[in-house]
């Protein structure tokens, strides 16, 4: 009842409701275009390289671009290039002073950063867009007979319209987190993965059902149990703090003339504060073996994403790469400087230095726990696959897909709350000078 009431509160709010069914069109769209293959491509030929990005590495990209990749689309590369360009330019601004200068100038510096972005993307696909081509005509074995045009037309227009698929993708995303609800990037790789859940979950399904000793009906209900306590540890991942009590020695409060000393406030310290960064970072390195694996056969264990090797390393490095993202985007000295200019305080401890290391100290114990648990719901996939799920279905069990559904679905809903407690405090506030002019 709650959440029909809730639903009604949201088309009440008529900038709310229109931001929503944006934020849906756009999304549209975008599942539109990533059904549409790519000019010179038989779609009706694809077999092989359906089957080849059904595992692997190459599955969860699959699964990032919402199966646009398997089918030759004009998305097929989809969002992924504006996701590395971010994550270089952010790098990029721990050892280039021009983009440490941008990011503490406010809007303009973050406009500024944007558009640098934006053109990275644009090399970043510039070079990826001519690798795909070059997969999908050797790597998959397509037949030749799938390519309906050949030679320099075929490739200047397929590596013209994957540009220019990522740039429209790109230009959606932006389109939604400034005019609808929610972090667009995000929900174009939320929704992208979501459009293999079907699929996925039918083909576990059948073959729990119609193989004899599978389990059945009943084992996919143990499945389905399992998988929603993964998503409550997900959440929890996701929303776990650890608060740092703060004291202010005078603190003003709004619309009272009086000032409160003594207040207490809070600093919250993610358990996760790198969110799927690690992940992918490491995902990326795990590239480099599965390559050298076929030039040293010593290595060929490392090809195999449910192997028990791979899976190790791979924990270690996001284990690792926790610690490092951590370190680089949560400023500890910054934090303690704009504690002390605001006249806060930690109990006990001074301002300045020795706040920072305070504050270093715990994020520092904290972030071990909290990279251990997301190592644990990372190799979660391929602890599923050896229990005998199928791979498709248990890429929900845990990694990237899972945590970026979480996190985009919290994120999006408190946005939708803020909205709706925006709404009744106007509501209230009008309500008040309505009775203010009666007296």
Same mark, same amino acid.
């Given at each position: 009842m709650n959440f029909i009431n809730t639903l009604r509160d949201i088309f009440k709010i008529e900038e709310l409701k229109n931001k929503i069914l944006l934020t849906i069109g756009l999304i549209a769209v975008y599942r539109f275009m990533a059904a549409v293959p790519l000019p010179g491509i038989d779609p009706l030929q694809l077999s092989a390289l359906k089957e080849g990005t059904s595992s692997g590495l190459l599955g969860?990209?699959?699964?990032?671009?919402? +199966?646009?990749? #398997? =089918?030759?689309?004009? /998305? !097929?590369? +989809?969002? /992924?290039?504006?996701?590395? %360009?971010?994550i270089v330019v952010q790098l990029m601004g721990i050892a280039i002073p021009y983009l440490q200068k941008l990011q503490k100038d406010g809007e303009s510096g973050r406009k500024k950063i944007t558009q640098i972005t934006r053109w990275l993307t644009i090399l970043i696909t510039l070079f990826q867009a001519p690798t795909y081509i070059t997969a999908i005509k050797t790597q998959f074995g397509l037949p030749e007979s799938a390519?309906?045009?050949?030679?320099?037309?075929?490739?200047?227009?397929?590596?013209?319209?994957?540009? %220019?698929?990522? *740039?429209?993708? /790109?230009?959606?995303?932006?389109?939604?987190?400034?005019?609808?609800?929610?972090?667009?990037?995000?929900?174009? *790789?939320?929704?992208?993965?979501?459009?293999?859940?079907? %699929?996925?979950?039918?083909?576990?399904?059948?073959?729990?059902?119609?193989?004899?000793? !599978?389990?059945?009906?009943?084992?996919?209900?143990?499945?389905?149990i399992i998988w929603f306590v993964v998503i409550l540890l997900t959440v929890l991942l996701v929303t776990a703090v650890r608060k740092i009590a703060v004291q202010y020695a005078r603190r003003t409060v709004a619309g009272s003339i009086s000032n409160v000393?003594?207040? =207490?406030?809070?600093?919250?310290?993610?358990?996760?504060?790198?969110?799927?960064?690690? *992940?992918?970072?490491?995902?990326?390195?795990?590239?480099? &073996?599965?390559?050298?694996?076929?030039?040293? &056969?010593? @290595? %060929?264990?490392?090809?195999?994403?449910?192997?028990?090797?791979?899976?190790v390393i791979f924990a270690l490095l996001i284990i690792i790469f926790s610690y490092f993202y951590t370190a680089i985007t949560v400023r500890t000295d910054e934090m303690a400087q704009g504690l002390k200019r605001s006249? +806060?305080?930690? &109990?006990?401890? =001074?301002?300045?230095?020795?706040? #920072?290391?305070?504050?270093?100290?715990?994020?520092? =114990?904290?972030?071990? &726990?909290?990279?251990?648990?997301?190592?644990?719901?990372?190799?979660l996939p391929a602890v599923a696959y050896q229990f005998g799920v199928q791979q498709n279905? #248990?890429?929900?069990?845990?990694?990237?897909?899972?945590?970026?559904?979480?996190?985009?679905?919290?994120?999006? @809903?408190?946005? *939708?709350?803020?909205?709706?407690l925006n709404s009744h405090y106007d509501g209230l506030m009008k309500t008040g000078n309505t009775n203010r002019k009666s007296l």
């Open positions: 969860i990209l699959n699964a990032f671009t919402g +199966g646009a990749f #398997a =089918r030759a689309s004009v /998305m !097929a590369l +989809g969002i /992924m290039p504006y996701i590395s %360009a971010s390519f309906l045009v050949g030679g320099a037309t075929f490739w200047v227009s397929s590596i013209i319209l994957l540009s %220019a698929g990522t *740039i429209f993708a /790109m230009w959606l995303g932006e389109r939604i987190t400034d005019k609808g609800v929610g972090n667009g990037i995000s929900l174009l *790789i939320t929704v992208g993965i979501i459009a293999n859940f079907p %699929a996925a979950f039918l083909q576990e399904f059948v073959s729990k059902t119609t193989n004899a000793g !599978a389990g059945g009906v009943m084992m996919i209900l143990i499945e389905i000393a003594g207040s =207490r406030d809070y600093i919250p310290l993610k358990l996760n504060a790198a969110g799927v960064m690690p *992940i992918i970072f490491a995902q990326a390195i795990m590239f480099l &073996p599965i390559a050298l694996a076929q030039r040293f &056969p010593a @290595l %060929a264990s490392l090809q195999d994403i449910n192997g028990l090797w791979y899976n006249g +806060g305080f930690i &109990p006990g401890i =001074r301002p300045g230095k020795d706040t #920072a290391d305070r504050l270093d100290s715990v994020l520092s =114990r904290i972030t071990l &726990p909290g990279s251990i648990f997301l190592a644990a719901l990372s190799i279905w #248990a890429l929900f069990y845990g990694g990237t897909s899972l945590i970026i559904m979480v996190g985009v679905a919290i994120d999006t @809903l408190q946005q *939708i709350n803020a909205y709706l």
